[in-house]
T-cell receptor, first 116, second 114 residues
Framework: DTAVSQTPKYLVTQMGNDKSIKCEQNLGHDTMYWYKQDSKKFLKIMFSYNNKELIINETVPNRFSPKSPDKAHLNLHINSLELGDSAVYFC???????????????FGPGTRLTVL | QQQVKQSPQSLIVQKGGISIINCAYENTAFDYFPWYQQFPGKGPALLIAIRPDVSEKKEGRFTISFNKSAKQFSLHIMDSQPGDSATYFCAASMLGFGNEKLTFGTGTRLTIIP
């Protein structure tokens, strides 16, 4: 009964390739997020979606395109991968502020992306 | 710019001792301050959180102290155990539609030695 799941867990690819990371939550949350954790473990928000609508885009290069087919899924597609994209990417979800419920963000296990 | 500053970067504490991690923030609009715990190879998990209307919150061995005027908050782990060895992140956010993203501190690697 995984709450927030991500696939794949590891992704190794060549520079210039296009890749996708999938995220699913079974918590009934309305809001989903993508965070990037760099080699120094610094965590930074990339995107946030609420009910399939983009609400936060933190000046991420447009090579990164999130897609939310429904409110339980938020996928991350990355075009023309660069060496600097190597990091661990975390998906998270929460009820969202409009729900009046807990503000806790629940994180997935992460996807370690290595660009060679 | 780094909106949430965290210290120390690493901390070694003897088993049974008190671990203290400090954070300072700049944006006075922040109104939610969680602490996350991350084990190697895992995602961050919420440990404890506080709102600025209280100065302290305690859950078991974990306590957040909050000083609104100084714009500082800290995590205290009492009776620290080897199982507490992990990386700890403070964070801050503004609870309001469109502003609920977490701004994280830089993390503290805590090691509890027997």
């Amino acid at each position: 009964d995984t709450a927030v799941s991500q696939t794949p867990k590891y992704l190794v690819t060549q520079m210039g390739n296009d890749k996708s990371i999938k995220c699913e939550q079974n918590l009934g949350h309305d809001t989903m997020y993508w965070y990037k954790q760099d080699s120094k473990k610094f965590l930074k928000i990339m995107f946030s979606y609420n009910n399939k609508e983009l609400i936060i885009n933190e000046t991420v290069p447009n090579r990164f395109s999130p897609k939310s087919p429904d409110k339980a899924h938020l996928n991350l597609h990355i075009n023309s991968l660069e060496l600097g994209d190597s990091a661990v990417y975390f998906c998270a979800s929460s009820h969202g502020p409009a729900s009046g419920k807990s503000d806790t963000q629940y994180f997935g296990p992460g996807t370690r992306l290595t660009v060679l | 710019q780094q909106q949430v500053k965290q210290s120390p970067q690493s901390l070694i504490v003897q088993k049974g001792g008190i671990s203290i991690i400090n954070c300072a923030y700049e944006n006075t609009a922040f109104d939610y301050f969680p602490w996350y715990q991350q084990f190697p190879g895992k995602g961050p998990a919420l440990l404890i959180a506080i709102r600025p209307d209280v100065s302290e919150k305690k859950e078991g061995r974990f306590t957040i102290s909050f000083n609104k005027s100084a714009k500082q908050f800290s995590l205290h782990i009492m009776d620290s155990q080897p199982g507490d060895s992990a990386t700890y992140f403070c964070a801050a956010s503004m609870l309001g539609f469109g502003n609920e993203k977490l701004t994280f501190g830089t993390g503290t690697r805590l090691t509890i030695i027997p």
